[in-house]
């Protein structure tokens, strides 16, 4: 990759080879010839656009089942579902 400046699109398409390779992001800055902080400062940047800062919520009843909501899939879990178990979910669908 040329030196200087790279475009948003260049870092995703980069990035998501990174996900796929297996290798570590230090490896791929080095074949890439980026400065590992760069890659690794837009990795963080794409992140946080990527993820939604703030959810909007809305109680219908406190017995009711949970619905999490992200993009097309909705995940319900039942009432009365153990609160680590639950929240386990959470970070898995967030991981994604």
């Not at 980026?34 to 939604?52: F, G, K, N, Q, V």
Request: charged fraction near 25%; hydrophobic fraction near 45%; proline fraction near 5%.
């Amino acid at each position: 990759m040329p030196r200087g400046r790279w475009s948003e699109q260049q870092m995703r398409e980069l990035l998501r080879e990174h996900e796929t390779s297996g290798t570590t992001l230090k490896s791929l800055a080095a074949a890439a010839e980026i400065p590992y902080s760069t890659l690794s400062w837009w990795r963080t940047r794409l992140r946080r656009a990527e993820s939604p800062r703030f959810v909007p919520v809305r109680v219908q009843d406190e017995a009711a089942a949970v619905e999490i909501v992200v993009g097309d899939v909705v995940v319900r879990v039942p009432a009365g579902t153990d609160a680590a178990a639950t929240a386990r979910l959470v970070r898995a669908i967030a991981a994604c």
